[in-house]
């Protein structure tokens, strides 16, 4: 497969398992669930200079818990000579699209929103979607799963850094490159939006992708956090899921959140109150230490939270390779 790959990313709860699921649709499209590995492990292993090293890079991302599940049939073999991290995580992906009767792949990780740059270092014809959604409904749902920040105040900082992240990067790439969607626009006219989404990757239109095709990942797959027990896929798109915050914000939480990141909803045309105020020092700690704490408990009281752990130790691992330099193992 010689196709761009597709990178769906954005601050999560803004819609990225929407177009995903959209995309998924698409008779020549597959996207597997969220890989989570790729910018790490390229930082910690970069390409791999022999056979072996190509193996055994193959065989740790094989063992990644966020990995195992797609069940891809590989043996690290496979991989014997491949001598670049691109080739590698595509032959991969690659297999995963043949199950899925697919010939091209794409991948939704939304913290890759962060990451552009190493993912285009990576794969330099990749095509970036950036989903972004308007803060105040991002934070009403995320406040409600147990992957996210702990308030509100958490909340706010991420979203704008991470959309503000995305946009920086995006600001400096060729239009062919990276794509901005606005949630709220693909829910209310989802035909032009999705019409557009498919001219820029390069994919013919096909009214498929106007009926999500939600992916369910086998019993192997590692309890999310926050995820909930009784799973039913979306057929359709929701189209009256926007400016919740109007109804259940309460005027204390508009206050804050505006004080916080209301020059990134102005800047991207969202309805401002004229609520911001300045948020002294003591205060920022005060709910740094309350989120931190919260998000403690939270992972502290969480079923099968090791499984996680792993592959967050392991992410770790690889990054302080790349900040050390290589050791031997």
Known sequence: ?????????????????????????????????????????YK????????????????????????????????????????????????IYEEWARTQKKTRWGDKTPHYVTKISILLEIFPSAKIIHIYRDGRDVALSWLRVRFGPRNLFAAARDWQAMVGAGRQAGATLPHETYLEVRYESLLS???????HVCKFIGEQFTEAVLRPTAIRLGS??????????????????????????KKNMSLSKRILFESVAGDLLETLGYETEGLAR????????????????????????????????TDYLTQKWASLRHRWGAVGE
Not at 46 to 73: C, D, F, S, T
């Open 1 to 41: 497969m010689e196709h761009s790959p597709i990178f769906i990313v954005g601050c999560p709860r803004s819609g990225t398992n929407l177009l995903r699921d959209l995309l998924r649709s698409h008779p020549h499209l597959a996207f597997p669930g969220e890989s989570h590995f790729i910018p790490d492990f």
């Open 44 to 91: 910690g292993y970069g390409n791999p200079k022999n056979e072996r090293e190509a193996r055994r890079l193959a065989a740790r991302i094989l063992r990644v818990n966020w990995v195992r599940p797609w069940g891809v049939q590989l043996d690290p073999s496979a991989f014997a000579e491949d001598r670049s991290y691109r080739q590698v995580v595509s032959r």
């Open 189 to 195: 006219h989802p035909e032009r939006t999705m019409k």
């Open 220 to 245: 192997r797959h590692p309890r999310l956090i926050g995820a909930r027990r009784h799973w039913s896929p979306r057929t359709e798109i929701i189209t009256n899921n926007t400016a919740k915050w």
């Open 278 to 309: 300045p948020i002294a020092k003591p205060e920022r700690l005060m709910w740094e230490a309350d989120n931190f704490l919260r998000w403690m408990l939270v992972r502290l009281n969480t079923k099968g939270n090791h499984r996680l752990l």
